[in-house]
C-alpha cells in the first residue's frame, strides 16, 4: 500500500504559480506511475500529468502542456507540479495517484492510490 500526501495548494491570482508537491511513502515499484490528477465541483477527475518511474518519461495533458510541469525527486521520492500562468479555469481540487503499473496514463480507474487532495483556487 502506497501513501501518498499532497501539498502546496492556494488561493492565487490569475498569472500566478503554484508547485504542487505529492510525498509517496510505504510500498513502492520500480516501474510505478504517478499521476497528478484534477476535479472542479460537478466534473469528473480529469487528468493533468503523469511520470513513469521506471523510464523517466512524463506526459502533460495538452491543455495545460505550455504551463505545467511535472517533475520528481527520487532521493525524496517525491513528485511535483510546477503550473505557471494560472487561469481561473485552473480552480480544481489536485490529486496525485500512483499505479503500479499503467498503460493509458490518462484513466483515473488505473491508478489505485490516492492522496486527499490539495486545492488550488484562481481568481
Known amino acids: 500500500h502506497v501513501q501518498l500526501v499532497e501539498s502546496g495548494g492556494a488561493s492565487v491570482q490569475a498569472g500566478g504559480s503554484l508547485t504542487l508537491s505529492c510525498a509517496a511513502s510505504?510500498?513502492?515499484?520500480?516501474?510505478?506511475?504517478m499521476g497528478w490528477f484534477r476535479q472542479a465541483p460537478g466534473k469528473e477527475r480529469a487528468a493533468v500529468a503523469a511520470h513513469y518511474t521506471g523510464t523517466a518519461t512524463t506526459y502533460v495533458a495538452d491543455s495545460v502542456k505550455d504551463r505545467f510541469t511535472i517533475s520528481r525527486d527520487g532521493a525524496e521520492n517525491s513528485y511535483y507540479l510546477q503550473m505557471v500562468n494560472l487561469k481561473p479555469e485552473d480552480t480544481a481540487m489536485y490529486y496525485c495517484g500512483a499505479a503500479e503499473s499503467c498503460s493509458v496514463w490518462w484513466r483515473a480507474v488505473e491508478y489505485a492510490n490516492w492522496g486527499q487532495g490539495t486545492q488550488v483556487t484562481v481568481s
Open positions: 510505504g510500498r513502492t515499484y520500480f516501474n510505478w506511475v
